[in-house]
Structures are given as C-alpha cells and as structure tokens.
C-alpha cells in the first residue's frame, strides 16, 4: 500500500510501533488469544487489537482512556514514535496517545478492545 518515501516510511513505523505497544499490553495482561487488525486508506488508518486477558478494572479503564484519547502533539511525534512498542518505555501508550486522532477501548473481565484511528498527513 505504502511507496517508497521518507513520509509513508515513517507511517508504516508510526503503525508498527503502535500494534506493538498494543500488543505489548495484550500479552502483560495474560492473554492467551490476540488479534490485531490494521486498515489503511488513503486518508486515514485504524488498528484493533482484541485480547482475552484478564481485563481492566474501572480505575484503568478511565485512565488508559485519558492517556489515549490526549490532545494530539505533533511537536512530540516524530521523536517520540520510534519509542512506542519498545520494552524499554513503560510509558508506552502515552506515546501512542500522542499520535493518534481517537481511541475506543472496551473492557471486561473476558478481554479488552482497543481501536485507535489517526489522519494520515499530507
């Protein structure tokens, strides 16, 4: 989908630093069934990832709502979105929160749901 260029280069990390993260919590959270989707279209991408873990109580919930859905910050993106997926950050989803445009997250004792959507620049 993407070209060659330095612009749709760094879209791919952005979207592969953020699946990772996802994931990342997925697997922290004991899941033994994940899934991850990613659509792209010309405008916009969304990713999903789905787990089986354990759940978040109301207090996370709330809160990784909060970091997700922050104001967008692109004086902090392109340095901060190479970090995002990386072990060494466990500020993780802060950096995820700042890249993208919204965030849905459902949760239950059965599993967590997250979407997040971003525009794509032009």
Do not use: W
Not at 23 to 43: G, T
Not at 47 to 68: A, C, H, P, S
Request: charged share 30%.
């Amino acid at each position: 989908m993407f070209k060659e260029g330095s612009f749709l280069k760094s879209e791919e990390k952005r979207i592969l630093g953020i699946v990772c993260e996802l994931i990342s919590n997925s697997l922290n959270a004991k899941s033994s069934d994940i899934s991850a989707s990613i659509k792209i279209d010309a405008d916009k991408f969304e990713i999903t990832v789905k787990d089986n873990g354990k759940g978040l109580d109301e207090k996370t919930l709330k809160q990784v709502k909060r970091i997700l859905n922050q104001p967008h910050r692109e004086v902090y993106e392109e340095y901060y979105s190479g970090l995002a997926g990386t072990a060494s950050t466990d500020s993780g989803l802060n950096i995820v929160g700042f890249q993208i445009d919204k965030a849905e997250i459902e949760s239950s004792p059965e599993g967590t749901t997250i979407k997040v959507m971003r525009k794509m620049k032009k």
